[in-house]
């Protein structure tokens, strides 16, 4: 899968839910059964694979029951989705996440398009903080793409905004939706304790996409 990223759709009920399909999606590529994936937290708190040992790099993100999870061969990747509605609520705090240049373009446009122009641009700025690692450390506004991150806005069905960001951007992103396997149920029950210390094709190039930040 060089030069490619995969996303994977799915429902999830809550966080047990989300690592245990992660684990089944990362199972999926290392070829093993989804209780062999073990994951650990990061410096900054995401997940990580911490054995079968691997180049695989994965992001996650949820919003209410929507699950989405980036892989990749090796480049880092950060995801996030967000739901339409939570855009109602940045327009009061813009400031906290939004550089000046990208406010004063935000100003530029009619007052109904803000709410999601702004959701657009916070899940850029997700998505490049998890890609980089470091997660709330970094002063989101600062966080701006630049290469040799690319990436952006992707096309999304229904009530959720999505962005991917990768390091050195990507030829082919296939999307698919998550059909867990039989082992997802009691690996979801298994998961709510902590963690150790139909198919559709988007070509963009090299992931340009909507960039936003």
């Not at 705090?93 to 530029?108: G, M, P, W, Y």
């Amino acid at each position: 899968m060089s030069g490619r990223v995969d996303l994977w759709w799915a429902e999830v009920r809550d966080a047990a839910d989300r690592r245990a399909l992660l684990r089944d999606v990362v199972s999926r590529y290392l070829r093993c059964h989804p209780e062999e994936v073990v994951l650990r937290r990061g410096a900054s708190g995401r997940p990580e694979l911490d054995r079968p040992g691997s180049r695989l790099r994965f992001s996650s993100s949820s919003s209410g029951p929507i699950a989405l999870f980036a892989v990749t061969d090796g480049a880092a990747v950060g995801v996030d989705v967000e739901r339409t509605a939570h855009g109602a609520l940045l327009p009061e705090t813009e400031h906290l996440f939004l550089s000046a240049a990208e406010r004063r373009r935000v100003a530029e446009l009619a007052p109904a398009s803000r709410p999601v122009e702004l959701l657009r641009l916070w899940t850029v700025k997700e998505a490049l903080a998890k890609a980089l690692g470091t997660g709330l450390a970094t002063d989101p506004t600062e966080l701006e793409l630049r290469p040799p991150w690319r990436g952006g806005v992707v096309p999304t069905a229904g009530d959720v905004v999505a962005a991917l960001v990768v390091h050195g951007g990507w030829a082919e992103c296939l999307q698919r939706r998550v059909q867990p396997t039989a082992a997802v149920a009691s690996i979801s029950t298994s998961s709510r304790e902590p963690m150790s210390s139909a198919r559709t094709h988007a070509r963009t190039g090299r992931g340009s996409g909507n960039q936003r930040a």
